[in-house]
């Protein structure tokens, strides 16, 4: 770090540094302060997203920051089966670049691959794409978010024309007189937002909850709807069958505003509610009575989480609920629209700026003429050098190690052993790589595989933006220099271009990426060459797309039409197409998983933070106290669950509130009761989603 920022952070760690949260979309602003003893405390602030709340994660965020875990030097490993000793940066970085050019010497660039993550700032996030592409000379770049919104993201741009997450900020949902939250549990996923629903609720407005459980937001609701994993296009269709019937529709709008309805009309008028009822195990009254409540309404909203998008139909699924929105004329006018909520702290901004296999910065494609020669021109390069598209998520590393795979994978923020499907095999193939390297700031279950781990600093050791769950841009700033020798993921990719051979620049701090990558993003759909950080720290961020140093940045898109060129929305008719897997007499159930309060994402940071570790120390399975009954299972006994993919062993939570034929095991740990041995990673043919929330499984005592 130079100097002058060196003495900003320390002079900032005297007095309290208003930033904002590591962990999830919402990025609650909060306040880090160090007491005369140096340790670091978390303290909530006033700011628009979480108006002074904050949840237990957040609360203990400041615990990890001196964590004896936390990586303090290079690892390196000198044989494969070697253990990993700490080195220098000269020796961890050669290394790294002399594997990577062997690897790309011998089988071509596409045999490298990156792995980023949507917790990286922008700047990071648009790095990693620049060095994929230029550094490295590969098209072998994606990230976990492709396990996350990628269908809600995808359905939103064949729909709208653009994709962002929410199209309309938080302070919008208390003016909706209906909301559907389709299959997210805000509740345990993004508390303080629950102060909204709360608010609207307050004013008299109406929240329907479709999840295959009870869970604490669906128990806020007037409505729960406990549908059957998997069968959301079947509801979606059902509740707009009877929009249709009763007359709930607003045709002038679809008229005015959108084109393929005929379609979509066609297909529901099957979906009659005897039907959905039998598809969705809703009853067909609850199916009517949501419909009704919806399309009466004067103002409503369907916000969609990742229980109809983690699946082989999550577009189908998240465009049945786009359909239903449009068709109720509740979409882009005030207080209305169907909006995704996102969930990684940056998970926006990560899917906007180069870190997906298809895409370039400012949400260009890559695959477009006229936006690789608008990114090359930044970068200063020959449009024609850029490489194709690569593989998404699933697909590379289902290549790993394979002839024509990838070879040689850097990854950075992701814990992959953990989080993705079907994971037995997954720790076999990264030892196998011929170069596995690790950006992180812990020995994780990935990073403890890796050839090279590189310590990076944690957030309030440097300041980067991050985009939230409403599309606003919010600044991050470091409380504090990172420990001496740790270097920033900037800093690491700089240093790596550099003894690649690349000519482009790779600025190293995250105030020179910034302004390059300000510059990469202007003309794009998301915007933000006026962002400058002095316009981020004064106001409460800025709403892309926000063009120039004069534009007020965009709150609320489709206000006045919709992104296409016409500017109208369109309709795409879908069918409800069964799950990849369905319960049959060898594994009866359904499996489902997700997330608890206390954890976040695979727990490589949470399960370090003792007070949430103490809280819910270890996974387990939730299971009807009926199913449980049946097969002899009482609470905390220890229960074999098997899918086609494994097995763990985990104590049994007898839940009234999940379905009798539904399994839920959280994610958040590894090893053997890691929740991605029993998952299946067929993939959505549009998205490349994987099906994290359905499976057919078995459960019997241990
Ligand atoms: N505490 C905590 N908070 C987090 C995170 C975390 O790890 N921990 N992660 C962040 C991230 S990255 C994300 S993506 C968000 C996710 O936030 P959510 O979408 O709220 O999280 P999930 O628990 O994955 O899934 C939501 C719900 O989907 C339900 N579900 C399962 N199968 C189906 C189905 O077939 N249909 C329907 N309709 N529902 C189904 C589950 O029962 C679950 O309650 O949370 C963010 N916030
Ligand atoms: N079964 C099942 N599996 C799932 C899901 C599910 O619902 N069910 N949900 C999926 C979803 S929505 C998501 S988002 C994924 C998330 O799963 P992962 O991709 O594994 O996400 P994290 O656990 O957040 O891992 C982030 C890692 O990066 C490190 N890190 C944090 N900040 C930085 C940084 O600035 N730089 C670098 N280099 N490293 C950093 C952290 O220490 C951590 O090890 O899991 C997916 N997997
Ligand atoms: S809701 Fe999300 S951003 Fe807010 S404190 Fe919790 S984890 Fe952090
Ligand atoms: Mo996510």
Redesign the pocket.
Known sequence: MPDGLLAEAVQRAAAATATHCP???LQCGMMLSQDRAGAWTVSARDFPTNKGGL?R?GWTAAALLDHPDRLATPLLRDTKDGPLRPAGWDEALDRVADGLLRIRAEHGPSALGVFGG?GLTNEKAYLLGKFARLALGTGNIDYNGRF??ASAAAAGLRAFGIDRGLPFPLADIPGADAILI?????A???PPIMQYFEAQRARGGRLIV????R?A?AKLADLHLA?T????AALANGLLHVAVRDRLIDPDFIEARTTGWESVRRVVASYWPDRAERVTGVPAQDIERAAHLLGEAATAMILS????E??SQGTANATAFINLALALGKAGRPHCGWGC????GN?QGGREHGQKNDQLPGYRKLDNPDHRAAVAAVWDVDPDILPRPGMPAIEMLRSLGQPGGVRGLLVAASNLVVSVPDAAGLPDRLRGLDLLVVLDQFLTETSSLADVVLPVPQWAEESGTMTNLEGRVVRRLAARPPPPEVWTDTRILSALAARLGCAAAFPAEPDAVFTEFRRATAGGVADYAGMSPERLAEADGLFWPCPDDAHPGTPRLFQTRFGHPDGRARFTAVERLSSAEEPDADYPLYL??????????SGAQTRRVAELQEAEPDAFVEIHPDTARGLGLRAGAMARIATRRGSVVLAVRPTPGIRRDTL?VPF?WGGASSANLLTIDVVDPISRMPEL??CAARIELA
């Open positions: 962990y999830c979309a949840c994660k949507g996350c919104m389709a299959g997210s549990n805000p345990e996923t993004m479709s999840d295959p459980r869970t937001t549908l994993p998997g069968t959301d989480g990742r229980g109809p983690q699946q909520l996102t969930g990684q998970g489902t998983t997700g997330r608890i309060l206390t954890h976040y994402q839920f958040h929330k359905v």
